[in-house]
Protein backbone atom coordinates (compact mmCIF):
# COMPACT_ATOMS: atom_id res chain seq x y z
CA UNK A 1 0.00 0.00 0.00
CA UNK A 2 1.33 3.30 -1.07
CA UNK A 3 1.56 5.58 1.90
CA UNK A 4 -0.59 9.01 1.48
CA UNK A 5 2.08 10.71 4.11
CA UNK A 6 4.85 10.34 1.67
CA UNK A 7 3.24 12.10 -1.18
CA UNK A 8 2.47 15.56 0.90
CA UNK A 9 4.11 18.68 1.49
CA UNK A 10 3.94 20.01 5.16
CA UNK A 11 0.10 20.62 6.53
CA UNK A 12 0.57 24.08 6.62
CA UNK A 13 -2.97 24.84 7.58
CA UNK A 14 -3.56 26.91 10.79
CA UNK A 15 -4.71 25.34 13.85
CA UNK A 16 -7.74 27.00 15.55
CA UNK A 17 -6.49 27.56 18.95
CA UNK A 18 -10.56 29.38 19.95
CA UNK A 19 -11.38 27.60 22.45
CA UNK A 20 -15.10 27.13 24.11
CA UNK A 21 -14.17 28.50 27.52
CA UNK A 22 -14.26 32.02 25.49
CA UNK A 23 -17.74 31.74 24.98
CA UNK A 24 -20.79 33.13 27.83
CA UNK A 25 -21.45 29.04 28.57
CA UNK A 26 -22.47 27.59 31.88
CA UNK A 27 -19.52 25.20 33.93
CA UNK A 28 -21.47 22.11 33.29
CA UNK A 29 -21.67 22.98 29.61
CA UNK A 30 -18.51 23.50 28.58
CA UNK A 31 -17.32 20.20 30.90
CA UNK A 32 -20.10 18.26 28.67
CA UNK A 33 -18.36 19.75 25.69
CA UNK A 34 -15.03 19.04 26.33
CA UNK A 35 -15.83 15.40 27.65
CA UNK A 36 -17.04 14.99 23.81
CA UNK A 37 -13.26 15.47 22.89
CA UNK A 38 -14.17 19.06 21.08
CA UNK A 39 -11.26 20.67 22.82
CA UNK A 40 -11.71 23.99 20.65
CA UNK A 41 -13.52 25.11 18.33
CA UNK A 42 -13.73 24.73 14.41
CA UNK A 43 -13.62 27.76 12.06
CA UNK A 44 -17.15 28.54 11.83
CA UNK A 45 -18.15 27.40 15.19
CA UNK A 46 -15.89 30.12 16.57
CA UNK A 47 -17.13 32.39 13.92
CA UNK A 48 -20.90 31.67 14.57
CA UNK A 49 -21.33 30.79 17.97
CA UNK A 50 -21.21 34.50 19.31
CA UNK A 51 -23.43 35.64 17.30
CA UNK A 52 -25.92 33.01 18.03
CA UNK A 53 -25.70 32.75 21.70
CA UNK A 54 -26.06 37.29 20.84
CA UNK A 55 -29.30 36.31 19.51
CA UNK A 56 -28.57 37.42 15.92
CA UNK A 57 -30.11 36.50 12.59
CA UNK A 58 -27.30 34.00 11.27
CA UNK A 59 -26.51 32.99 7.04
CA UNK A 60 -23.40 30.40 7.48
CA UNK A 61 -21.92 29.04 4.40
CA UNK A 62 -18.95 25.96 5.67
CA UNK A 63 -18.13 22.79 4.12
CA UNK A 64 -19.78 19.14 5.31
CA UNK A 65 -17.63 18.07 8.26
CA UNK A 66 -16.54 21.70 9.43
CA UNK A 67 -18.78 21.06 12.74
CA UNK A 68 -21.69 23.30 11.99
CA UNK A 69 -24.75 20.73 13.76
CA UNK A 70 -22.63 21.71 16.80
CA UNK A 71 -22.59 25.31 16.73
CA UNK A 72 -26.22 25.55 16.59
CA UNK A 73 -27.13 22.90 18.83
CA UNK A 74 -24.71 24.23 21.96
CA UNK A 75 -25.97 28.35 20.48
CA UNK A 76 -29.99 26.60 21.35
CA UNK A 77 -28.90 24.51 24.43
CA UNK A 78 -27.69 27.53 26.35
CA UNK A 79 -31.14 29.46 25.94
CA UNK A 80 -33.85 26.61 26.39
CA UNK A 81 -35.90 27.14 29.75
CA UNK A 82 -36.05 23.83 30.53
CA UNK A 83 -38.92 24.17 32.79
CA UNK A 84 -41.41 25.07 29.89
CA UNK A 85 -42.77 22.55 28.25
CA UNK A 86 -43.15 24.27 24.77
CA UNK A 87 -41.31 23.89 21.62
CA UNK A 88 -38.66 26.74 21.79
CA UNK A 89 -36.60 25.40 18.65
CA UNK A 90 -36.76 23.73 15.32
CA UNK A 91 -34.37 22.63 13.34
CA UNK A 92 -35.60 21.52 9.39
CA UNK A 93 -33.43 19.06 7.74
CA UNK A 94 -33.51 17.27 4.25
CA UNK A 95 -33.76 14.26 5.12
CA UNK A 96 -34.20 11.73 7.53
CA UNK A 97 -31.14 10.73 7.93
CA UNK A 98 -29.72 13.97 8.38
CA UNK A 99 -32.52 14.71 10.87
CA UNK A 100 -31.15 11.81 12.58
CA UNK A 101 -27.67 13.00 12.74
CA UNK A 102 -28.64 16.15 14.21
CA UNK A 103 -30.92 14.33 16.70
CA UNK A 104 -27.96 12.16 17.73
CA UNK A 105 -25.55 14.96 18.07
CA UNK A 106 -27.90 17.94 20.33
CA UNK A 107 -28.30 14.68 22.59
CA UNK A 108 -24.80 14.18 23.24
CA UNK A 109 -24.56 18.14 23.76
CA UNK A 110 -27.81 18.10 26.05
CA UNK A 111 -26.01 15.53 28.73
CA UNK A 112 -25.68 18.50 30.76
CA UNK A 113 -29.27 19.39 30.99
CA UNK A 114 -31.63 16.86 32.33
CA UNK A 115 -34.67 16.31 31.15
CA UNK A 116 -34.22 17.79 27.47
CA UNK A 117 -36.78 16.28 25.46
CA UNK A 118 -36.30 16.46 21.54
CA UNK A 119 -38.68 14.56 18.71
CA UNK A 120 -37.79 13.63 15.53
CA UNK A 121 -40.35 13.92 13.47
CA UNK A 122 -39.64 13.02 9.73
CA UNK A 123 -41.52 11.14 6.86
CA UNK A 124 -41.28 7.25 5.98
CA UNK A 125 -42.58 6.63 9.46
CA UNK A 126 -45.91 6.13 10.82
CA UNK A 127 -47.64 9.28 12.14
CA UNK A 128 -49.05 7.11 15.57
CA UNK A 129 -46.12 7.09 17.71
CA UNK A 130 -44.92 10.48 16.26
CA UNK A 131 -48.95 11.89 17.90
CA UNK A 132 -48.37 9.98 21.16
CA UNK A 133 -44.64 11.72 21.79
CA UNK A 134 -46.17 14.96 21.17
CA UNK A 135 -48.77 15.02 23.31
CA UNK A 136 -46.81 16.68 25.64
CA UNK A 137 -44.44 19.05 23.84
CA UNK A 138 -41.29 18.46 23.71
CA UNK A 139 -38.01 21.69 23.64
CA UNK A 140 -36.93 20.72 20.68
CA UNK A 141 -38.45 19.26 17.22
CA UNK A 142 -36.06 18.15 14.55
CA UNK A 143 -37.55 17.28 11.56
CA UNK A 144 -38.43 17.17 7.15
CA UNK A 145 -40.70 20.20 6.40
CA UNK A 146 -43.48 17.79 4.85
CA UNK A 147 -43.97 15.79 8.14
CA UNK A 148 -43.45 19.12 10.22
CA UNK A 149 -46.39 21.15 8.44
CA UNK A 150 -48.09 17.72 8.66
CA UNK A 151 -48.10 18.01 12.58
CA UNK A 152 -48.41 21.24 12.39
CA UNK A 153 -51.68 21.24 10.09
CA UNK A 154 -53.18 18.41 12.46
CA UNK A 155 -52.72 20.65 15.78
CA UNK A 156 -49.97 18.12 17.22
CA UNK A 157 -47.07 20.19 17.14
CA UNK A 158 -47.70 24.02 18.77
CA UNK A 159 -44.80 26.84 17.76
CA UNK A 160 -46.67 30.01 19.23
CA UNK A 161 -43.08 29.46 21.58
CA UNK A 162 -40.62 29.03 19.12
CA UNK A 163 -37.41 30.99 20.06
CA UNK A 164 -34.70 29.66 17.28
CA UNK A 165 -35.52 28.44 13.86
CA UNK A 166 -32.95 26.59 12.45
CA UNK A 167 -32.16 25.80 8.79
CA UNK A 168 -29.87 23.02 8.24
CA UNK A 169 -28.62 21.79 4.62
CA UNK A 170 -30.48 24.57 3.28
CA UNK A 171 -28.77 24.30 -0.29
CA UNK A 172 -29.73 20.79 -0.52
CA UNK A 173 -33.10 21.13 1.34
CA UNK A 174 -33.59 24.00 -1.96
CA UNK A 175 -32.46 21.32 -4.58
CA UNK A 176 -34.58 18.50 -3.11
CA UNK A 177 -37.56 21.00 -3.88
CA UNK A 178 -38.41 21.97 -0.57
CA UNK A 179 -38.73 25.96 -0.85
CA UNK A 180 -42.82 26.04 -0.27
CA UNK A 181 -42.98 23.75 2.16
CA UNK A 182 -39.97 26.03 4.07
CA UNK A 183 -42.00 29.23 3.14
CA UNK A 184 -45.44 27.45 4.55
CA UNK A 185 -43.93 26.60 7.72
CA UNK A 186 -42.28 30.22 8.26
CA UNK A 187 -45.50 32.20 7.57
CA UNK A 188 -46.75 29.91 10.55
CA UNK A 189 -44.57 30.35 12.99
CA UNK A 190 -43.68 33.73 14.93
CA UNK A 191 -42.23 36.24 13.53
CA UNK A 192 -40.33 37.62 16.24
CA UNK A 193 -37.66 34.60 16.80
CA UNK A 194 -33.85 34.11 15.44
CA UNK A 195 -33.41 32.51 12.43
CA UNK A 196 -30.54 30.34 11.53
CA UNK A 197 -29.60 29.35 8.11
CA UNK A 198 -26.53 26.74 7.27
CA UNK A 199 -25.38 25.66 4.15
CA UNK A 200 -22.36 23.86 2.40
CA UNK A 201 -22.74 25.66 -0.87
CA UNK A 202 -23.57 29.18 -1.11
CA UNK A 203 -25.86 29.37 -4.45
CA UNK A 204 -27.76 32.56 -5.61
CA UNK A 205 -31.34 30.67 -4.12
CA UNK A 206 -29.87 30.76 -0.34
CA UNK A 207 -29.13 34.33 -0.68
CA UNK A 208 -32.34 34.86 -2.39
CA UNK A 209 -34.06 32.45 0.36
CA UNK A 210 -32.49 34.04 3.31
CA UNK A 211 -33.78 37.73 1.89
CA UNK A 212 -37.19 36.44 2.96
CA UNK A 213 -36.98 34.59 6.14
CA UNK A 214 -34.28 36.59 7.80
CA UNK A 215 -33.57 40.08 9.39
CA UNK A 216 -30.53 41.90 8.98
CA UNK A 217 -28.22 38.21 9.16
CA UNK A 218 -24.73 38.45 10.02
CA UNK A 219 -23.21 36.46 7.11
CA UNK A 220 -20.31 34.39 7.76
CA UNK A 221 -18.48 32.46 5.01
CA UNK A 222 -15.53 29.85 5.76
CA UNK A 223 -13.78 29.46 2.90
CA UNK A 224 -13.09 25.95 1.61
CA UNK A 225 -9.99 27.31 -0.89
CA UNK A 226 -7.05 26.76 2.06
CA UNK A 227 -7.91 22.82 1.75
CA UNK A 228 -5.89 22.67 -1.07
CA UNK A 229 -3.02 22.58 0.79
CA UNK A 230 -3.45 19.15 2.45
CA UNK A 231 -5.14 17.42 -0.45
CA UNK A 232 -3.17 16.32 -3.24
CA UNK A 233 -4.97 16.83 -6.22
CA UNK A 234 -4.40 15.74 -9.74
CA UNK A 235 -6.09 15.58 -13.10
CA UNK A 236 -6.05 12.95 -15.78
CA UNK A 237 -6.97 13.85 -19.50
CA UNK A 238 -8.39 10.48 -20.90
CA UNK A 239 -9.60 9.37 -24.51
CA UNK A 240 -13.27 9.29 -24.65
CA UNK A 241 -14.60 6.01 -23.52
CA UNK A 242 -11.96 5.03 -21.04
CA UNK A 243 -13.28 6.45 -17.95
CA UNK A 244 -14.37 2.84 -16.39
CA UNK A 245 -10.90 1.93 -17.35
CA UNK A 246 -8.89 4.24 -15.99
CA UNK A 247 -11.03 4.62 -12.80
CA UNK A 248 -9.64 0.63 -12.22
CA UNK A 249 -6.57 2.11 -13.07
CA UNK A 250 -6.46 4.52 -10.58
CA UNK A 251 -7.89 2.23 -7.83
CA UNK A 252 -4.99 -0.34 -8.32
CA UNK A 253 -2.41 2.16 -8.52
CA UNK A 254 -3.56 4.34 -5.01
CA UNK A 255 -5.09 1.66 -3.43
CA UNK A 256 -7.22 4.00 -1.52
CA UNK A 257 -8.42 2.20 1.70
CA UNK A 258 -11.78 3.53 1.42
CA UNK A 259 -12.89 6.33 -1.87
CA UNK A 260 -16.13 8.36 -2.89
CA UNK A 261 -16.52 8.37 -6.51
CA UNK A 262 -18.23 11.19 -8.04
CA UNK A 263 -20.98 10.76 -10.94
CA UNK A 264 -22.89 14.10 -12.35
CA UNK A 265 -26.40 11.27 -12.91
CA UNK A 266 -28.16 8.31 -10.81
CA UNK A 267 -28.24 5.98 -13.71
CA UNK A 268 -24.76 6.45 -14.40
CA UNK A 269 -23.65 5.45 -10.16
CA UNK A 270 -25.46 2.50 -11.37
CA UNK A 271 -23.81 1.62 -14.29
CA UNK A 272 -20.77 2.26 -13.01
CA UNK A 273 -21.34 0.27 -9.79
CA UNK A 274 -22.20 -2.54 -11.42
CA UNK A 275 -19.01 -2.57 -14.16
CA UNK A 276 -17.06 -2.40 -11.00
CA UNK A 277 -18.46 -5.16 -9.04
CA UNK A 278 -18.32 -7.22 -12.48
CA UNK A 279 -14.26 -6.79 -12.44
CA UNK A 280 -14.03 -7.99 -8.24
CA UNK A 281 -14.31 -4.61 -6.89
CA UNK A 282 -17.22 -4.59 -3.89
CA UNK A 283 -18.60 -1.16 -4.87
CA UNK A 284 -21.98 0.29 -3.47
CA UNK A 285 -23.70 3.27 -5.70
CA UNK A 286 -25.60 5.80 -3.46
CA UNK A 287 -28.35 7.77 -5.06
CA UNK A 288 -31.69 9.85 -4.48
CA UNK A 289 -33.94 6.37 -5.48
CA UNK A 290 -33.04 4.21 -2.86
CA UNK A 291 -35.17 2.95 -0.22
CA UNK A 292 -34.32 4.20 3.08
CA UNK A 293 -33.76 0.45 4.30
CA UNK A 294 -30.95 0.03 0.89
CA UNK A 295 -29.28 3.27 1.91
CA UNK A 296 -28.69 2.46 5.72
CA UNK A 297 -27.49 -0.78 3.77
CA UNK A 298 -24.79 1.18 1.75
CA UNK A 299 -23.83 3.57 4.35
CA UNK A 300 -23.06 0.67 7.19
CA UNK A 301 -20.98 -1.10 4.45
CA UNK A 302 -18.96 1.81 3.81
CA UNK A 303 -18.36 3.03 7.15
CA UNK A 304 -17.77 -0.18 8.70
CA UNK A 305 -14.86 -1.12 5.95
CA UNK A 306 -16.91 -3.97 4.66
CA UNK A 307 -17.05 -1.78 1.41
CA UNK A 308 -14.31 0.49 0.48
CA UNK A 309 -15.78 2.24 -3.08
CA UNK A 310 -19.14 4.61 -2.66
CA UNK A 311 -20.34 5.92 -5.93
CA UNK A 312 -22.20 8.98 -5.18
CA UNK A 313 -24.06 11.96 -7.51
CA UNK A 314 -23.68 15.25 -5.09
CA UNK A 315 -27.36 15.66 -3.99
CA UNK A 316 -26.98 11.83 -2.83
CA UNK A 317 -23.69 12.29 -0.87
CA UNK A 318 -24.19 16.03 0.69
CA UNK A 319 -24.51 16.14 4.20
CA UNK A 320 -22.79 12.64 5.22
CA UNK A 321 -20.55 12.72 8.10
CA UNK A 322 -18.07 10.32 6.70
CA UNK A 323 -14.82 10.20 8.33
CA UNK A 324 -11.67 9.04 7.54
CA UNK A 325 -11.88 9.18 3.58
CA UNK A 326 -8.83 8.58 1.70
CA UNK A 327 -9.63 9.49 -1.64
CA UNK A 328 -12.30 11.55 -3.60
CA UNK A 329 -12.49 10.71 -7.03
CA UNK A 330 -13.94 12.52 -9.93
CA UNK A 331 -15.18 10.06 -12.43
CA UNK A 332 -16.97 12.92 -13.69
CA UNK A 333 -16.47 16.77 -13.36
CA UNK A 334 -18.84 18.91 -11.60
CA UNK A 335 -19.80 21.37 -14.25
CA UNK A 336 -19.83 23.96 -11.26
CA UNK A 337 -15.88 24.90 -9.65
CA UNK A 338 -18.14 25.44 -6.02
CA UNK A 339 -18.86 22.24 -6.12
CA UNK A 340 -15.62 20.45 -7.29
CA UNK A 341 -13.91 22.34 -4.48
CA UNK A 342 -16.52 20.91 -1.90
CA UNK A 343 -16.77 17.04 -3.23
CA UNK A 344 -12.87 17.21 -2.72
CA UNK A 345 -13.30 18.96 0.40
CA UNK A 346 -14.38 15.59 1.89
CA UNK A 347 -11.22 13.93 1.96
CA UNK A 348 -8.32 15.10 3.84
CA UNK A 349 -10.13 16.04 7.03
CA UNK A 350 -9.49 16.77 10.63
CA UNK A 351 -5.52 17.43 9.66
CA UNK A 352 -5.52 13.98 7.74
CA UNK A 353 -4.38 14.73 4.24
CA UNK A 354 -6.36 13.26 1.66
CA UNK A 355 -5.79 12.73 -2.46
CA UNK A 356 -8.20 13.67 -4.79
CA UNK A 357 -8.48 12.36 -8.58
CA UNK A 358 -10.31 14.02 -11.29
CA UNK A 359 -10.60 12.12 -14.66
CA UNK A 360 -11.71 14.55 -17.64
CA UNK A 361 -11.77 14.40 -21.54
CA UNK A 362 -10.69 17.02 -23.86
CA UNK A 363 -13.85 18.56 -24.44
CA UNK A 364 -14.45 18.65 -20.83
CA UNK A 365 -11.01 20.72 -20.34
CA UNK A 366 -13.02 23.80 -19.57
CA UNK A 367 -14.49 22.36 -16.62
CA UNK A 368 -10.92 21.92 -15.75
CA UNK A 369 -10.13 26.12 -16.47
CA UNK A 370 -13.02 26.86 -14.64
CA UNK A 371 -11.94 25.13 -11.75
CA UNK A 372 -8.43 26.79 -11.66
CA UNK A 373 -9.95 30.28 -12.13
CA UNK A 374 -12.14 29.72 -8.75
CA UNK A 375 -8.73 28.64 -7.10
CA UNK A 376 -7.00 30.89 -8.33
CA UNK A 377 -3.84 28.77 -8.95
CA UNK A 378 -2.86 26.65 -11.94
CA UNK A 379 -4.00 22.32 -11.11
CA UNK A 380 -1.89 19.37 -11.58
CA UNK A 381 -2.32 17.01 -14.66
CA UNK A 382 -0.95 13.90 -14.73
CA UNK A 383 0.03 11.47 -17.85
CA UNK A 384 -1.75 7.91 -17.02
CA UNK A 385 1.20 6.47 -18.09
CA UNK A 386 3.16 7.41 -15.03
CA UNK A 387 0.93 4.95 -13.06
CA UNK A 388 2.19 1.30 -12.61
CA UNK A 389 -0.99 -0.90 -12.73
CA UNK A 390 -0.30 -3.73 -10.60
CA UNK A 391 -2.33 -6.73 -12.30
CA UNK A 392 -4.27 -8.81 -10.39
CA UNK A 393 -4.35 -7.25 -7.35
CA UNK A 394 -7.38 -8.16 -5.36
CA UNK A 395 -9.22 -5.06 -3.74
CA UNK A 396 -11.27 -6.71 -1.15
CA UNK A 397 -12.24 -4.70 1.41
CA UNK A 398 -11.11 -5.72 5.08
CA UNK A 399 -14.67 -6.81 6.65
CA UNK A 400 -17.82 -8.83 5.37
CA UNK A 401 -21.60 -7.51 6.89
CA UNK A 402 -23.87 -10.07 8.49
CA UNK A 403 -27.35 -8.12 8.65
CA UNK A 404 -29.62 -9.59 11.54
CA UNK A 405 -33.35 -9.51 11.47
CA UNK A 406 -33.65 -7.52 14.62
CA UNK A 407 -33.04 -4.35 16.03
CA UNK A 408 -33.84 -2.32 18.70
CA UNK A 409 -37.50 -2.52 18.61
CA UNK A 410 -36.61 -6.29 19.33
CA UNK A 411 -34.17 -4.88 22.37
CA UNK A 412 -31.26 -6.00 20.40
CA UNK A 413 -28.02 -4.59 21.55
CA UNK A 414 -24.65 -4.60 20.37
CA UNK A 415 -23.16 -6.37 23.51
CA UNK A 416 -26.20 -9.30 22.42
CA UNK A 417 -24.44 -9.62 19.00
CA UNK A 418 -20.87 -9.56 20.43
CA UNK A 419 -21.63 -11.77 23.58
CA UNK A 420 -22.94 -14.46 21.13
CA UNK A 421 -20.10 -14.17 19.00
CA UNK A 422 -17.26 -14.33 21.17
CA UNK A 423 -18.92 -16.36 24.21
CA UNK A 424 -18.01 -20.00 23.46
CA UNK A 425 -16.80 -19.90 20.10
CA UNK A 426 -12.88 -19.49 19.19
CA UNK A 427 -13.60 -16.31 17.55
CA UNK A 428 -12.51 -13.05 19.58
CA UNK A 429 -13.43 -9.36 19.81
CA UNK A 430 -10.68 -8.13 17.70
CA UNK A 431 -12.14 -10.07 14.30
CA UNK A 432 -15.17 -8.04 15.12
CA UNK A 433 -15.88 -4.75 13.95
CA UNK A 434 -18.54 -2.26 13.93
CA UNK A 435 -21.99 -2.89 14.95
CA UNK A 436 -25.14 -0.67 14.04
CA UNK A 437 -28.63 -1.08 15.59
CA UNK A 438 -31.70 0.05 13.34
CA UNK A 439 -35.27 -0.05 14.71
CA UNK A 440 -35.92 -3.24 12.58
CA UNK A 441 -32.37 -4.85 11.69
CA UNK A 442 -28.59 -5.04 13.32
CA UNK A 443 -25.46 -5.43 11.24
CA UNK A 444 -22.52 -6.53 12.19
CA UNK A 445 -19.02 -6.07 10.60
CA UNK A 446 -16.52 -9.06 10.44
CA UNK A 447 -13.30 -10.07 9.28
CA UNK A 448 -13.49 -11.67 6.05
CA UNK A 449 -11.41 -15.16 7.07
CA UNK A 450 -14.44 -15.73 9.40
CA UNK A 451 -17.03 -14.21 8.01
CA UNK A 452 -18.34 -18.01 7.13
CA UNK A 453 -17.83 -19.29 10.82
CA UNK A 454 -19.45 -15.60 12.50
CA UNK A 455 -22.77 -16.51 10.20
CA UNK A 456 -22.68 -20.24 11.33
CA UNK A 457 -22.17 -18.55 14.87
CA UNK A 458 -25.43 -16.77 14.52
CA UNK A 459 -27.38 -18.45 12.61
CA UNK A 460 -27.40 -21.25 15.88
CA UNK A 461 -29.30 -19.44 17.61
CA UNK A 462 -27.15 -17.38 20.07
CA UNK A 463 -28.20 -14.31 20.52
CA UNK A 464 -30.48 -13.86 23.38
CA UNK A 465 -30.96 -17.77 22.87
CA UNK A 466 -33.01 -16.51 19.88
CA UNK A 467 -33.01 -17.24 16.24
CA UNK A 468 -32.90 -14.97 13.62
CA UNK A 469 -32.56 -14.45 10.03
CA UNK A 470 -28.77 -13.84 9.41
CA UNK A 471 -28.00 -13.27 6.00
CA UNK A 472 -24.45 -11.87 4.52
CA UNK A 473 -24.44 -8.49 2.75
CA UNK A 474 -22.66 -8.51 -0.66
P1 LIG B 1 -21.31 19.63 9.17
O1 LIG B 1 -22.72 19.77 9.64
O2 LIG B 1 -20.59 20.91 9.05
O3 LIG B 1 -21.22 18.80 7.92
P2 LIG B 1 -20.97 18.00 11.50
O4 LIG B 1 -21.70 18.87 12.40
O5 LIG B 1 -21.65 16.77 11.02
O6 LIG B 1 -20.46 18.84 10.24
O7 LIG B 1 -19.58 17.65 12.21
C1 LIG B 1 -18.63 16.78 11.65
C2 LIG B 1 -17.89 16.02 12.75
O8 LIG B 1 -17.07 16.90 13.52
C3 LIG B 1 -18.84 15.34 13.72
O9 LIG B 1 -18.43 13.99 13.85
C4 LIG B 1 -18.65 16.10 15.04
O10 LIG B 1 -18.80 15.24 16.13
C5 LIG B 1 -17.23 16.65 14.92
N1 LIG B 1 -17.01 17.93 15.61
C6 LIG B 1 -17.85 19.01 15.65
N2 LIG B 1 -17.31 20.02 16.35
C7 LIG B 1 -16.10 19.62 16.77
C8 LIG B 1 -15.03 20.22 17.55
N3 LIG B 1 -15.12 21.48 18.01
N4 LIG B 1 -13.92 19.50 17.78
C9 LIG B 1 -13.83 18.23 17.30
N5 LIG B 1 -14.78 17.59 16.56
C10 LIG B 1 -15.90 18.27 16.29
MG1 LIG C 1 -24.51 19.26 8.79
Given at each position: MLSCATLFEANTEPVTTANFSSLPLRTEELANIQSLGYLTMTPIQAQSLPTILEGKDLLAQAKTGSGKTAAFAIGL???LEITTYKVQAMILCPTRELADQVTNEI?????????TKIVTLCGGKSMAPQLASMEHQPH?????PGRILKHMDKGSLKLNDLKILVLDEADRML??????EIMRVIKMVPHKRQTLLFSATYPNEIKKISNAIQINPIDVRIESLHDDK???????????????KTLITLLRHYQPESSLVFCNTKQQCQDLA????????????????LEQRDRDQVLVQFSNKSCSILIATDVAAR???IKELHAVINFELSPDPEIHIHRIGRTGRADKEGMALSIFIRSEKFRVEAIEKYKKSPVKINKLASLSIKKNIKFYPKMVTLCINAGRKD?????????ALTGNTELTGDQIGKIDIFDKLAYVAVEHAISRKALEVLSEGKIKGRMFKIRRLR
Open positions: LHKRRLARSISNIIVGTDMGFHEKIRQIFYEIIPGERTSELRQQDFHALALHGDGLDKMRAGDILG
